[in-house]
């Protein structure tokens, strides 16, 4: 929250109203006038279980690909050849490693939004 003469201060906001904005603030409820807040900027957490989808199809994708490739290159390096549970396990584990690392990822991205834009005047306008 940055209040009018560009102090910048942490506050929870309980109400607001077209001529106040009531917060909290170190545990003592405060009524701002539109003239004493010039931004407020709230904190957007974004939800895990997407990144914990992205995660599973990269990580499944991933070691799908592994096994085809190590077993179907060529080569006599895969004997004996896979078979569709084979498939389904690598898949399930790379994509639970994927998971876990999606979620993790994704639990530390956080945006922010302005809440409350009012441009400040000049001063001694």
């Known amino acids: 929250m940055t209040f009018s003469g560009g102090r910048e201060g942490r506050a929870r906001v309980v109400a607001v109203t077209p001529e106040t904005l009531s917060v909290v603030t170190h545990g003592q409820h405060v009524d701002l006038g539109e003239e004493d ?7 957007v957490r974004d939800p895990t279980r997407n990144g914990a989808w992205v995660g599973f199809a990269s990580g499944a994708a991933a070691g799908l690909w592994y096994l085809y490739g190590f077993c179907f290159s060529g080569s006599d390096s895969c004997t004996p050849q896979p078979r569709v549970k084979d498939f389904a396990l690598i898949g399930s584990f790379f994509g639970a490693v994927g998971a876990w ?25």
């Open 101 to 125: 690392l999606g979620v993790g990822l994704d639990g530390l991205i956080a945006s922010e939004e302005e809440f409350w834009p009012q441009t400040p005047a000049a001063p001694g306008a």
């Open 37 to 43: 807040v010039w931004f407020i900027h709230r904190r």
